[in-house]
Nanobody
Framework: QLQLVESGGGSVQPGGSLRLSCAAS????????IAWFRQAPGKEREGVSC????????NYVDSVKGRFTMSRDNAKNTVYLQMNSLKPEDTAVYLC???????????????????WGQGTQVTVSS
């Protein structure tokens, strides 16, 4: 069974850090572009970042540039999102998603992603 499982969410104060993980089972992440999305209560789901199959290209929404870093470890079949300098507006459920792509060195959060995890809650509050 193909599955993505997120972990690493939690509650932090503004300015704090968290590292989210997205582990794949039932398939190999090498063939997939991976993205992180987030959904806050009452808001539309937002594409936060993505990483290419090679790991060499990452793209971020403007609101997290310079604070979030996405990476992948294909050997561990896992993708990470390091989140620093967290703000209350970062509060949301964070989901990872996978899209099988032939392209090796590009990613885009606008793809129609094939597989989704259940999400992990991130709460930033004082």
């Amino acid at each position: 069974q193909l599955q993505l499982v997120e972990s690493g969410g939690g509650s932090v104060q503004p300015g704090g850090s968290l590292r989210l993980s997205c582990a794949a089972s039932g398939f190999t992440l090498d063939d997939y572009v991976i993205a992180w999305f987030r959904q806050a209560p009452g808001k539309e789901r937002e594409g936060v970042s993505c990483v290419s199959r090679s790991g060499g290209t990452t793209n971020y929404v403007d609101s997290v540039k310079g604070r979030f870093t996405m990476s992948r470890d294909n050997a561990k079949n896992t993708v990470y999102l390091q989140m620093n300098s967290l703000k209350p507006e970062d509060t949301a459920v964070y989901l990872c998603a996978a899209k099988r792509r032939f392209t090796w060195a590009w990613c885009d959060v606008s793809y129609e992603y094939d597989y989704w995890g259940q999400g992990t809650q991130v709460t930033v509050s004082s």
